[in-house]
């Protein structure tokens, strides 16, 4: 099982790193994937990461998960490629899990994905979102297999979700436990 987490110049660091970090706790092979030729991408906060791959060589075919992190200007670059848009219509569309935090669910507005899905971001996108979509706030929201998170400082329970639609509750379990996780 392989989940992919797209990676724009200005993405926020926890909202990518603490998903990452899960998924693999929990078994998941998690691939970082540049949206840019170059495989160094920059972080909103000035920190570079080496990507496993740029999303021309990544091999979609076999994914489970498509991950978009938010942060400025990271979820505004997610949004602005129409390489990230194939991608995210073709992950949705074959109901394969979808995760958006923070700004990034105005990704999916961007591409006319999931247009009506019930969801929840940061309070700088609602207006975006309220217009396509059943917004309802809330932390962390799941339609089918769509994730939404309000943003950075719920990365963790984010990263959590994603492993449970994943896997199962005695994954997730194990992964709260190793991480001494006793309130989520």
């Known amino acids: 099982m392989t989940a992919f987490v797209l990676l724009a110049n200005g993405f926020e660091d926890i909202e990518a790193i603490a998903p990452i970090d899960i998924l693999r706790r929990g078994g998941i ?5 540049s949206i840019t ?11 570079k990461i080496k990507a496993d791959t740029t999303i021309d060589k990544a091999d979609f075919e076999n994914g489970s998960a498509l991950i978009l992190p938010g942060g400025y200007p990271g979820y505004k670059n997610l949004g602005e490629s129409a390489k990230v848009g194939n ?21 999916l507005a961007a591409n006319g994905v ?10 700088c996108a609602i207006e975006t979102m309220e217009s396509r979509y059943n917004y309802v706030g809330g932390d962390v929201v799941c339609d ?40 989520c």
Not at 29 to 33: A, E, G, P, S, W
Not at 37 to 47: N, Y
């Open 29 to 33: 092979d998690v691939k970082t994937v």
């Open 37 to 47: 030729e170059s495989g160094e991408v920059e972080s909103s906060h000035g920190i």
């Open 87 to 107: 991608v995210l219509k073709d992950f949705y569309q074959s109901g394969r899990v979808v995760g958006a935090i923070c700004a990034a669910p105005t990704v």
């Open 114 to 123: 999931a247009e009506g899905a019930t969801v929840t971001c940061h309070s």
């Open 144 to 183: 089918h297999n769509l994730i939404t998170a309000v943003g950075a400082g719920l990365s963790i329970d984010f990263g959590l979700e994603l492993l449970a639609a994943l896997t199962n509750e005695a994954t997730v379990e194990k992964v709260k436990k190793g991480m001494e996780l006793t309130i």
